[in-house]
């Protein structure tokens, strides 16, 4: 598996792709492209390497993790599945990037289908296993790929620290119970891939991540 990262918009969100080599096959996750430079960027990378985007899955639906959506959809006909408890963020899209300050979209398109806990994404050789993880919202996912040794944590394990939870339905017990629950059994060497700042393993998060050592000591 190949994963591609870009890091797009001005909240620097990264969307993942991740390809599998044989069949070109690939599933996109968080898409964030935001300007038609992003947009174009992304649209090049696909089209230039023969990629075929057979799902689109979101960590959880805050605005700057689905920019690009309705752009991914209508250019590639895939559309996109979260949790469903993260639906209100879709349905005030609009109202969020007023709110927010935050260039103007059109409406976010409807979501193709829910994920939940357990739910297994294959694309290829590709599975990912679909984790529950709210806290930093209510619908946060993570998806864990268990024979690349990688996880992809949306905004619950950010580089140095975890995922702000000040926001609308955030939880700070919760976001702590999901990282104890979910994430912290994981195996070390599994590299954590944030909806922010660069990717680092979960043995590195434990032994410099003093929001992770606090958990840990809790
Ligand atoms: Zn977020
Ligand atoms: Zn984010």
């Known amino acids: 598996m190949i994963v591609k990262r ?52 979101d960590t959880h639906l ?9 752009f991914v959809e209508e250019t590639f006909g895939v559309g996109a599945e979260a949790c469903k408890k993260d639906i209100t963020f879709l349905n005030h899209y609009q109202d969020l990037l007023v709110m927010f300050n935050m260039p103007m979209d059109d409406e976010a398109l409807p979501l193709k289908g829910y994920l939940v806990d357990g739910d297994v994404v294959e694309v290829g050789s590709i599975r990912l296993n679909v984790l529950q993880v709210p806290g930093h919202s209510p619908g946060g996912l993570a998806f864990y790929e268990e024979k690349e040794h990688c996880a992809f944590v949306g ?9 702000r939870t000040d ?18 059994p994981l195996p070390d060497d599994t590299m954590l891939y944030s909806g922010h700042g660069e990717p680092a393993t979960l043995g590195h998060e434990k032994e410099c991540n003093p929001e992770i050592i606090k958990i840990i000591k809790s």
């Open 6 to 57: 870009f890091t797009f918009n001005i909240l620097n969100v990264n969307t993942y792709v991740l390809i599998d080599e044989k069949t070109k096959e690939a599933i996109v996750i968080d898409p964030g492209c935001q300007s038609a430079e992003e947009r174009k960027t992304f649209k090049d990378y696909i089209i230039n390497n023969n990629l075929e985007i057979k799902r689109v899955i």
């Open 62 to 70: 805050h605005f700057d993790h689905i920019y690009g959506q309705r």
């Open 155 to 163: 905004d619950t394990i950010l580089e140095g620290g975890i995922g």
């Open 167 to 184: 926001m609308h339905r955030g939880n700070y017990d919760t976001l702590v119970n999901s990282i104890k629950e979910k994430l912290l």
